[in-house]
């Protein structure tokens, strides 16, 4: 669901926070979805390039 709701705000072009997006990227990687958690990341990249150093932690962190 929470997918769902994230590609939704991401269509809609409404800034999300930086935290519920990061625990549901978290939250894919767990639950073995990480090509879903891959999609989110780049479309964060691009959606919001001043935070790119944050993604990149996160990604590095990732097995993704």
Do not use: N
């Not at 769902?4 to 269509?11: L, T, Y």
């Amino acid at each position: 669901m929470a997918l769902e709701m994230s590609k939704e705000i991401i269509k809609r072009k409404w800034v999300p926070s930086f935290e519920a997006m990061e625990g549901l990227v978290k939250g894919l990687v767990e639950r073995s979805k990480s090509e879903k958690a891959k999609q989110v990341v780049e479309k964060m990249k691009k959606r919001l390039k001043d935070v790119l150093e944050s993604w990149g932690k996160i990604e590095a962190a990732l097995p993704l």
